[in-house]
């Protein structure tokens, strides 16, 4: 049992072909097509109030240079929730809950802002690996731990993503099995469990939201050393 605890993040496929692509593009279909009239339902007028919402508060503390990076981010973050929160559905595969797709979304991303910065501030960026005033006994050593912590930052990212969602759903698959199999055994127990799994499922629409806010907040963040 312990083993189809995990089958749930197994990509599903279909005569082979894997179907995590086709996950990843539902997303997508959920957001009405522009025409005309962009205020068209109250749908639509929430998804715009969500993305100003959004934009304002990543752009807010960057100067214009950032804000070319506005569509970019803005876009990531109703990606990354939507496939969060379409992940907590009965009988749904998350991709974010695969290393490779949240790597293969940090590292390229961590990488533009960090050649941004060298590019166009290249005496900025390289001090950020050596704090004002450091002793100069210090200095080769610090350098070697800044050095680091900069390159682990995509990792941080990925895992970070990768572990909140993957914790949150092998807790509510183990909370609901043992809800139906204390059903018929003691119902006063199995009720309590349910309960917690209700209050559980909250909590995991609020992480969902949180970690896709948190993973872009934190590429605003990087972005915004370097510029």
């Known amino acids: 049992m312990n083993l189809s605890f995990f089958d749930q993040f197994t990509s599903p496929c279909l005569l082979g072909i894997p179907l995590i692509l086709l996950s990843m593009l539902f997303p997508a279909l959920l957001l009405p097509a522009p025409d005309n009239r962009w205020i068209t339902n109250r749908f639509t ?28 981010l ?21 991709p974010t809950t ?12 961590w990488l533009a802002t960090l050649l941004t910065g060298l ?57 609901s099995t043992a809800t139906t199999a204390l059903l018929p055994l003691i119902p006063a127990v199995s009720i309590l ?14 992480v969902a939201m949180i970690q896709a806010y948190v993973f872009v907040l934190l590429l605003s963040l990087y972005l915004q050393e370097n510029i």
Do not use: C, D
């Not at 929430?46 to 214009?64: F, G």
């Not at 695969?98 to 991303?109: H, V, Y």
């Open 45 to 72: 007028t929430l998804q715009l109030w969500l993305s100003h919402t959004i934009t304002k508060q990543l752009m807010t503390p960057m100067n214009k240079e950032g804000h070319k990076w506005a569509l970019i």
């Open 74 to 94: 803005t876009s990531l973050m109703m990606f990354l929730l939507l496939i969060n929160l379409l992940g907590l559905l009965p009988y749904t595969f998350t």
């Open 98 to 109: 695969q290393l490779s797709m949240n790597m293969a979304l940090a590292f390229p991303l």
């Open 119 to 175: 590019r166009n501030r290249p005496s900025i960026s390289l001090g950020h690996l050596l704090p004002e005033g450091t002793p100069t006994p210090l200095i080769p050593a610090l350098i070697m731990i800044e050095t680091t912590s900069l390159f682990i930052r995509p990792l941080a990212l990925g895992v970070r993503l990768t572990a909140n969602l993957t914790a949150g759903h092998l807790l509510i698959q183990l909370i």
């Open 193 to 206: 469990t349910a309960s917690i799994l209700l209050l559980l499922t909250i909590l995991e629409v609020a």
